[in-house]
């Protein structure tokens, strides 16, 4: 369901200092003073409007919500959803070194407003949930949760960037994974060398979830592959787990 602006809501984009030039985030916190923040990272496509609806509903949810664009360094921008060839060359130049400055960027900007790194969370999708892995994996915060994201367990045929299966071992932040048992862009045999990894190696909480009858960006209410019943569920367990970790 969608969560638009209302006059409950603060909304606005803001520009921060990047590793590679501006970077802007998109921005939505309620009415109130939240007590903790979260980072909504966008999949493949950028920051688009359902990105931007995400983080406004975390921001219905009490949380001071923000999207930051990792792909400020390519001119494609945000890309149509299913136009791959568009989607690909928002990599250009990105790199995990580059995703995790900006990442650094993002936090110093919510602890400027006050959020202490044990109160604040992550959230992402896709190409997002790998980036929240491998937030968890860098840095300390208070927790962090992966919708069907790719290229954590093997390397992806998509995503330009290695697996992050050796970071497993010096993970720092609670992480959760859920995944769809018809997923074929991220399949179950994926998906189970990263529980196995993660059973082996992973010194932090972990959860992992999967859905059945749900298949990539079941999350996405703007696309075919949205399953209701799987999105209500998982971004429920998102956030309830960042509250079980003080994230609230």
Request: glycine fraction near 10%; aromatic fraction near 8%.
């Amino acid at each position: 369901m969608s969560a638009p602006a209302t006059p409950m809501l603060r909304t606005r984009t803001s520009t921060l200092v990047g590793s590679d030039g501006p970077l802007a985030i998109y921005e939505a916190a309620p009415a109130e003073a939240a007590q903790s923040a979260v980072i909504i990272i966008h999949e493949a496509f950028g920051v688009t409007d359902h990105i931007a609806d995400v983080t406004r509903r975390a921001a219905n949810a009490g949380l001071h919500a923000v999207a930051p664009d990792f792909f400020h360094r390519a001119p494609a921008g945000v890309a149509a959803y299913g136009d791959l060839q568009a989607a690909a060359l928002n990599f250009g130049g990105l790199s995990d070194e580059g995703i995790v400055a900006d990442l650094d960027a993002t936090l110093a900007h919510l602890e400027s407003k006050g959020f202490t790194s044990d109160r604040i969370g992550v959230i992402g999708f896709c190409f997002g949930g790998r980036v929240a892995f491998l937030l968890a994996a860098k840095r300390k915060i208070g927790a962090a949760a992966t919708l069907y994201g790719g290229g954590i367990s093997v390397a992806s045929t998509f995503l330009p960037f290695p697996a992050l299966t050796d970071s497993i071992a010096s993970m720092q932040t609670p992480w959760l994974g859920m995944y769809g048992e018809a997923d074929m862009g991220v399949p179950q045999e994926e998906v189970d060398l990263l529980e196995q990894a993660m059973a082996a190696d992973a010194s932090v909480e972990y959860k992992m979830i999967r859905y059945p009858d749900a298949g990539h960006a079941f999350h996405n209410d703007t696309l075919p592959s949205y399953n209701e019943k799987a999105a209500k569920a998982a971004w429920s367990q998102a956030l309830d787990w960042l509250s079980a970790h003080g994230v609230n």
